[in-house]
């Protein structure tokens, strides 16, 4: 599955075209699939009015439309997972870029992560303010620096020097993410308490090259002090991909997804236990449940399978395949 340049891939589909292979063969070629997700978290339908729900799954559908579209056309799972991504860090209605919760200090500090299924090159930016596609300048960390790995001050630096495109402090901000801090201040709660869902984003994808990637992107948690970084930035914790093994995106209480290096023992248990990728992710987020912790994953296999697991009441998510699955959901029972 390693390094199968796109190039390649389109000859020998040509070759495969003019030599009049059959329809079927081509089209297990052409397989893709991808995953998405917009947070985990307590989403209970009696806190949700038609409208809102409506409102959700119509976004995260158009967030899974830009993905699917550069799939089936052929594109690179790592554009598509910049299409979702960007697109939801627009998104008011979850935390990441547009919307990201509001840090104890009343800024907007943004977490991302990309990485290349190919060769598992990887970028991270973490504590971030200012930047609109969070997840574009991660990939240009991978890109173009040597790192991995960008925090604070230097990585808008960075950014400033790639000509990645900086909104004003206000554009990032949202009454209910507001609410949500200044209720947390008074009523002296934690983070847990006033994210009744947490808001994160990522994708995951399988591209029609057999190549897989992944990326999250998030403000973190409300009221976030000290540079708290959580889980989303960090490879292997929120965020992993391997062609030999899985592509994860994570959402949760990032302090556990670290510890338990969710992503990356997701693809572990898959590569070396054989396991498929529902089992080893509920393994894992089992494992992140006995410590505590709680939250969700999205996880594509080498084999195209896109499967969810969470131990929360609900995540907002989607999934598509080129074999025709195509469906969005919000609760834990869907
Ligand atoms: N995992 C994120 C963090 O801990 C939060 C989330 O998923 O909403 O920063």
């Given at each position: ?135 574009m300048l991660a990939r240009k960390v991978m890109t173009d620096s040597p790192h991995v790995m960008l925090a604070g001050e230097g990585a808008e630096e960075f950014a400033h020097e790639q000509g990645v495109e900086f909104m004003p402090p206000e554009w990032f901000d949202t009454d209910a993410r507001r609410e949500a801090l200044e209720r947390m201040k008074a009523e002296k709660l934690s983070a847990l308490d006033v994210d009744i ?138």
């Amino acid at each position: 599955m390693k390094r199968i340049p796109e190039s390649v891939a389109a000859i020998v589909a040509a070759c495969a075209a003019i030599a009049g292979v059959p329809a079927m063969a081509q089209e297990d070629e052409g397989r893709w699939s991808i995953a998405i997700h917009g947070g985990a978290g307590t989403l209970d339908r009696a806190d949700m009015t038609p409208e809102r729900d409506a409102a959700y799954r119509a976004s995260l559908q158009a967030a899974l439309d830009a993905g699917k579209a550069v799939l089936a056309g052929g594109g690179s799972a790592l554009d598509a997972i910049e299409a979702v991504v960007t697109r939801l860090e627009d998104d008011e209605k979850f935390n990441a870029g547009r919307g990201a919760v509001f840090t104890w200090d009343g800024t907007h500090e943004l977490d991302a992560a990309i990485m290349d299924g190919r060769d598992r090159a990887a970028g991270a930016i973490a504590g971030v303010i200012g930047v609109r596609h969070p997840i574009m300048l991660a990939r240009k960390v991978m890109t173009d620096s040597p790192h991995v790995m960008l925090a604070g001050e230097g990585a808008e630096e960075f950014a400033h020097e790639q000509g990645v495109e900086f909104m004003p402090p206000e554009w990032f901000d949202t009454d209910a993410r507001r609410e949500a801090l200044e209720r947390m201040k008074a009523e002296k709660l934690s983070a847990l308490d006033v994210d009744i869902k947490f808001g994160t984003v990522g994708a995951v994808a399988l591209d029609t090259h057999g190549n897989l990637a992944a990326g999250t992107s998030t403000g973190g948690m409300t009221g976030k002090r000290w540079g708290r970084i959580g889980d989303a930035p960090v490879i292997g914790a929120g965020t992993y991909a391997d062609n030999d093994s899985c592509a994860v995106s994570a959402t949760g209480w990032g302090e556990f997804f670290i510890r338990v290096g969710v992503a990356r023992t997701i693809c572990l248990r898959m590569q070396m236990r054989g396991e498929d990728a529902q089992t080893a992710s509920d393994a894992v987020i089992a494992e992140v449940g006995a410590m505590g912790g709680d939250g969700g994953v999205i996880v594509v296999a080498p084999s195209g399978d896109a499967v969810f697991s969470m131990n929360t009441t609900g995540m907002y998510r989607g999934r598509a395949t080129s074999e025709g699955l195509d469906e969005v959901a919000i609760y834990g029972d869907e």
